[in-house]
Nanobody
């Protein structure tokens, strides 16, 4: 079993920046690796939606709504993924969930971290 823990959410004014990070760990799987890590978000009353993902080979995929504002990166050796969010707008307000998938098609999710963009 793999656990994902997010860090870095909070309250920011429109136009501001935040950086989220997420570390994957396991007490039972030594030397595990995740083929894909990334971020989804869910705003009140909405379905969970893709924000950005990155493969272990470095291929990134972004939602159209965040292209040019958000940047995903990962440190594969540390099993950590980051999301740099710039030029935040109120519509970015949501709970952000870290996700990862392994080579056996198991999907893992973090507990989520709240991001609120408001003046």
């Amino acid at each position: 079993q793999v656990q994902l823990v997010e860090f870095g959410g909070g309250l920011v004014q429109p136009g501001g920046s935040l950086r989220l990070s997420c570390k994957a760990s396991s007490r039972t799987l030594l030397g595990f690796s995740l083929i894909t890590m990334g971020w989804y978000r869910q705003a009140d009353g909405n379905k969970r939606e893709l924000v950005a993902t990155m493969t272990d080979g470095g291929t990134a995929n972004y939602a159209e709504s965040v292209k040019g504002r958000f940047t995903i990166s990962r440190d594969t050796a540390k099993n950590t993924v980051y999301l740099q969010m710039n030029t935040l707008i109120p519509e970015d307000t949501a709970v952000y969930y870290c996700t990862g998938s392994d080579y056996e098609d198991h999907d893992y999710w973090g507990q989520g971290t709240q991001v609120t963009v408001s003046s």
